[in-house]
């Protein structure tokens, strides 16, 4: 029997569980490894991601489910067992990135439309058989002078409308990501600039997701906070929890049963400062929680080194922060525990 997205969702959500975002394509994943100094072969790409899946702790007590990217989704640990057989048996849910990635959109420069929907639906069938039970699509908006434009938010929009369809109908749930970016140059707008323009972004993702007919009740939201541009940082924590909350509070309808944020360039204790004054300080119709990469995975990174000795230290490191974000989904991280670590 198949399950009901409404349910896949739910358990995406449960008990103060997030998402570890560990879909790097290729080519992402070759920019973290460059800081690392490691060559990006799929062995070491298999041994890194190894070490986070095999982070027992983690995986059974914080992290409901794994984005990955199609290379890992069909990889098997150096053992050979398959590594959506490690996630399911710590009973996180396999994941997929369906999109192939933000392009140059025609007639819009600085901005980018999604590609990735012609043959989504034979690839979603055999995402589904490979044990995928939901899916990630990540629409790109950037803000600077004259930006973002109005066409570029309705195209990335109806991609994600579409996407988000034809994952229900394969028995998908769609994690619905429109990012507006803190870090697209030149970064130095304000809080209130990615307020409006998350505002109008949102706004426009929810009339295209009924007008596609999706159920609210079967998806997950992964949007980014309001935040002010990456040169730009100013505002305090409790600024952004207010602006994010107030956002998303006039644009999320509460059928939706979950947000799940991007990390989006915060540094990883921002990311988890941030998520817990939310649902520390604020009544919400919504579970929020994270669906980070680089504010789950940087200092775990860091830790290994590339280096096969280093993997306890790199699991540690990653155990870590995937308890302080799993509090922060429940609205209890507090400062001190960083330190106590
Ligand atoms: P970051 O948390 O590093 O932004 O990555 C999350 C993600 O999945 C972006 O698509």
């Known amino acids: ?20 975002a560990a879909d790097e394509s290729t080519a992402t994943i070759k920019k973290r490894f460059d800081t690392i100094n490691l060559v990006s072969t799929e062995e070491a790409r298999r041994d890194y991601r190894e070490m986070l899946f095999r982070t027992d702790e983690a995986m059974k007590t914080c992290i409901s489910g794994v984005i990955l990217y199609e290379e890992t989704l069909y990889q098997k640990a150096a053992d050979g067992t398959p590594f959506v057989d490690i996630l399911k048996a710590a009973g996180s849910i396999p994941g997929i990135k369906v999109d192939t990635g933000a392009k140059p959109m025609a007639g819009f420069p600085g901005e980018t439309v999604t ?14 058989k490979a044990g995928a039970r939901f899916a990630k699509w990540r629409g790109v908006i950037a803000i600077a002078d004259g930006l973002p434009t109005w066409g570029s938010i309705k195209a990335n929009s109806q991609a994600l409308a579409r996407y988000a369809a034809l994952c229900q109908q394969a028995g998908i749930v ?19 600039r990615c307020a409006e323009v998350t505002e109008w972004v ?14 609210l009740e079967g ?3 992964k949007p980014n906070m309001v935040i002010d541009g990456k040169n730009a940082r100013r505002a305090s924590v409790e600024e952004v929890a207010e602006k994010t909350v107030k ?31 939310m649902n520390a300080g604020y009544d919400l119709p919504w579970g929020l929680t994270y669906s980070y ?7 775990a990174l860091n830790a290994w080194g590339g280096k096969p000795e280093n993997i306890a230290a790199g699991q540690r490191a990653f155990l870590h922060r995937a308890k302080m974000n799993t509090l922060a989904a429940k609205g209890s991280w507090k400062k001190d525990l960083e330190k106590a670590a």
Request: charged share 20%; no cysteine; hydrophobic share 45%.
């Open 202 to 215: 949102l706004r426009t993702v929810f009339t295209d997701l009924y007008d596609a007919r999706v159920s």
């Open 247 to 277: 956002v998303l509070k006039a644009t999320v309808p509460s059928a939706v049963p979950g947000i799940a944020f991007l990390s989006g360039g915060q540094s990883s204790k921002e990311a988890t400062a941030h998520l817990s004054a």
């Open 293 to 299: 990469g680089r504010a789950l995975q940087e200092d």
């Open 1 to 20: 029997m198949t399950e009901r997205l409404e349910d896949i969702a739910a358990k995406m959500m449960a008990n103060g569980k997030g998402l570890l």
């Open 174 to 192: 769609p994690i619905v990501e429109p990012e507006v970016l803190m870090d697209g140059a030149p970064a130095n707008h304000t809080i209130d």
């Open 115 to 128: 590609e990735g929907l012609d043959g989504l639906a034979d690839r979603l069938a055999a995402y589904y």
């Open 219 to 221: 998806m997950i939201l």
